[in-house]
């Protein structure tokens, strides 16, 4: 007979289902709560933009101290994004949860997270709110408000295009608007 805590490790072992993460390069995402995983893309988003030397900024009030809660979460080429990030499921995909279309931002970017590599996507508000950056899903029964966003990796591109992505990006929605 075993102790409570070695019967439920052995259970742990049986019904572990994330093997591609085991020794991943970016596993130890896997052990931050979801919100901290948001946390975990704005904080490297900025610094990637720093080391890019592409300028970025944040809402903030009058005196100058960052928002946490704001309808977009960085400006980065004039652009005002809603950031969300994802890990990889079991299926091989990202789900960009909380996506609100309804809020005044002007552009969607989302960063997947693989046990070895970095993903981007990124798209209009217009695009989200129509449907062309893909089938949104609502996560409320009933409710319209917040939904989630299913990418494969097909559908992103590695994060080694970033600073052209959103240069890019940036042009087409100016010459558009």
């Known amino acids: ?19 591609k993460w085991d020794g991943a390069t970016f596993a130890r995402i896997k052990t931050i709560s979801n919100t901290k995983v948001g946390s975990v893309g704005q904080l490297f988003i900025e610094r990637l933009c720093d080391q890019l030397s592409m300028p970025c900024s944040f809402p903030t009030n009058p005196s100058g101290k960052r928002l946490t809660q704001n309808p977009w979460d960085i400006k980065i080429a004039n652009i005002e994004f ?11 995909n990202f789900q960009f949860n909380h ?10 970017l989302c960063l997947g997270v693989s046990p070895a590599n970095l993903y981007i996507g990124v798209w209009s508000k217009a695009d989200v709110a129509t449907g062309k950056a893909g089938n949104l899903v609502s996560m409320e029964k009933g409710a319209n408000a917040s939904y989630k966003l299913t990418k494969s ?3 992103l591109t590695l994060l080694t295009d970033f600073q052209s992505i959103i240069t890019k990006f940036s042009a087409d929605f100016i010459n558009r608007n």
């Open 1 to 19: 007979m075993c102790s409570p805590v070695e019967l439920f490790e052995s259970v742990l072992l049986e019904v572990h289902d994330h093997s």
């Open 82 to 92: 809603e950031l969300k990030t994802a890990t990889e499921d079991t299926s091989g």
């Open 99 to 108: 996506i609100r279309y309804h809020r005044p931002y002007q552009g969607l």
């Open 153 to 155: 990796k097909n559908h």
